[in-house]
């Protein structure tokens, strides 16, 4: 029997915090923090929001706002597919990615040659500094599974970009065989496609990236829907992923000034790494964009 004084419901031993009647006798509502079995998705109480918040709960109706697994590609959440909408040979992952494929995007902005301005962690040149801004965009943009950028000791996505490069004691490499080269930073074991987030595939493993032709031109930025075309990105690189001159990087992408920086051009795909000759060459004092490519 419900006392009106004390009571809003009362269905004795139904009682139940996920019934309609809770343990304190009050109705189960949206909001309160307590999940109504059979009637709301979610009910995270105050922390219930409009769902504009990818994996939050609604706030009138305590139904789940996007998220992976809704059967919606919601690109705002950093979802690259949700469900069968995948290229030809890929499933979609638990985490709404292309299951086995790595991910390359050249980059919305453009840079000045001197890289290091461009972050505020702590980089020994230029070429990390392109590492952590293409990790930092990837971050931005939901590229990074949520709950694996914890303090992340290396970058996730690196930059397509060479140089001689500093080491850890911030000294000039002198070795060939040790400068800071695509070669010498990426994951070269890579078998699986690489892919823009919009699901073009650029090439088939780390033999179809250095091969000296891509699939496809890079065009797709970290961001969705947003393209670049027919830009100059500083590379300084060979289509076999080695360094094409230690003295054709703006000093390690440090120096903005009188100088040639090595470029490519992401609207060819024979041209979108090494451009032979004098239209290879940019200067230092002008700006170009990045290559990104996951780890």
Not at 83 to 111: H, N, Q
Request: proline share 6%; aromatic share 8%; glycine share 14%.
């Amino acid at each position: 029997m419900v006392d009106p004084e004390t009571e809003e419901c009362d269905d004795g031993p139904e009682n139940s915090d996920h019934g309609g009647c809770t343990g304190q006798c009050v109705l189960n509502v949206c909001g309160d923090g307590l999940l109504h079995d059979g009637v709301e998705e979610c009910d995270l109480g105050p922390a219930n929001n409009d769902g504009a918040q990818c994996g939050g709960c609604m706030s009138e109706t305590c139904t789940l706002g996007p998220h992976c697994g809704d059967g919606h590609v919601d690109v705002a959440c950093g979802e690259l597919c949700d469900g069968g909408d995948t290229p030809d040979g890929l499933s979609c992952s638990p985490t709404c990615r292309f299951e086995g494929a790595k991910l390359v995007f050249i980059t919305p902005g453009y840079y000045g040659a001197d890289l290091t301005s461009y972050t505020q962690r702590p980089v020994h040149d230029g070429i990390d500094a392109a590492d952590w801004i293409c990790h930092d965009l990837a971050d931005a943009a939901g590229l990074i599974v949520p709950g694996e950028n914890d303090e992340p000791i290396a970058p996730r996505f690196r930059a397509w970009i060479g140089g001689a490069g500093k080491d850890e004691n911030d000294e000039p490499i002198e070795i060939e065989d040790d400068y800071k080269s695509v070669l010498n930073r990426f994951n070269m074991t890579h078998s699986g496609l690489y892919l823009t987030r919009d699901g073009t595939t650029i090439a088939e493993g780390w033999s179809g990236l250095v091969s000296g032709e891509l699939l496809a031109p890079i065009t797709a930025t970290s961001e969705p829907n947003e393209y670049r075309i027919n830009k100059l990105v500083w590379t300084n690189t060979r289509p076999d992923g080695s360094l094409n001159q230690p003295f054709l990087s703006c000093f390690d992408w440090t120096f903005v000034g009188g100088l040639e920086g090595a470029i490519g051009f992401n609207a060819d795909p024979s041209l979108w790494t090494f451009i032979q000759g004098e239209d290879g060459l940019w200067s230092c004092e002008a700006s170009a964009h990045l290559y990104c490519v996951e780890q």
